[in-house]
């Protein structure tokens, strides 16, 4: 395994929403249809040195509003829903799991909250030896937004996208991939505004003067944690890693735009 650094491998990184995965007008309906097509998506791409990481939808997040997870530990009460946070976690995360390898995908889950310590919310400890040595080995590591420990918090909600930015900075990634359930980027939310603009390509500088004129937008704070994507990925457009974002409940998308095929999506680059 000597003389294989990370930095050469690579890796892309690929986010699945959870709005794709699971249907979040239901708490804990997976869409198991759009798992198996991903997890073929995923299996017939081929990519060397991909890592995966996938949203709560409506397994995480409503457990995690439940018990004010984010908020931190507070009473005995929200120690439990931590623990059922957790774990309606880890039974999305094994169903995707079982997903790709019934389909040959050699794909190893990786628990975040057994290898990450945030502080106010923010991953300050991150043991990844058993994540690079995966990857060396041509393994595909799943990962998934969690509930985790914080060191001022106690605990809180550690979502895929700050996961994914970190991962890709860590690992001086080849390119970020975000699959959601709309085609892109837009100003305004396409889902309630027919007159929302989709972006196809953004500088870092044109997103930070997207970031400030949304951040007074009303209309954008219902656009299901778009912006707030793009607040976490900053940090790694600016290490000059490339971000797609791209529709997942596509058929096709996500496989196209691994491969390196042109979709419909917006392209967020340095410059
Ligand atoms: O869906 C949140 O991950 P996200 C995970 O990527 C939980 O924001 C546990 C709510």
Known sequence: MKGLGLSELKPTVLKIGGSVITDKGEELKVRMQAM???AEEIRDAGVQNLVVVHGGGSFGHPLAQKYAIREGFKEKVNRVGFSETHH???VLNGLFMDALIWRNVPAVSITPSSCIITKNGRIQCFEDAPLRMLLKMGFLPVLYGDAVLDKELGFTILSGDQLVSVLATMFNAERIIIGVDVDGLYDADPKVDKNAKMFKHLTLDEL????SKLDKSKTYDV????????????????HGIPVII??????????????????KSTLVEKE
């Open 36 to 38: 198996n097509r991903l």
């Open 88 to 90: 309606v976690m880890t």
């Open 208 to 211: 930070k003067e997207l970031q």
């Open 223 to 238: 656009t299901g944690g778009m912006f707030g994507k793009i607040v976490e990925l900053l940090p790694a457009t600016k």
């Open 246 to 263: 791209v529709n997942a409940a596509k058929p096709g998308y996500v496989q196209k735009v691994l491969e390196g095929k042109k979709v």
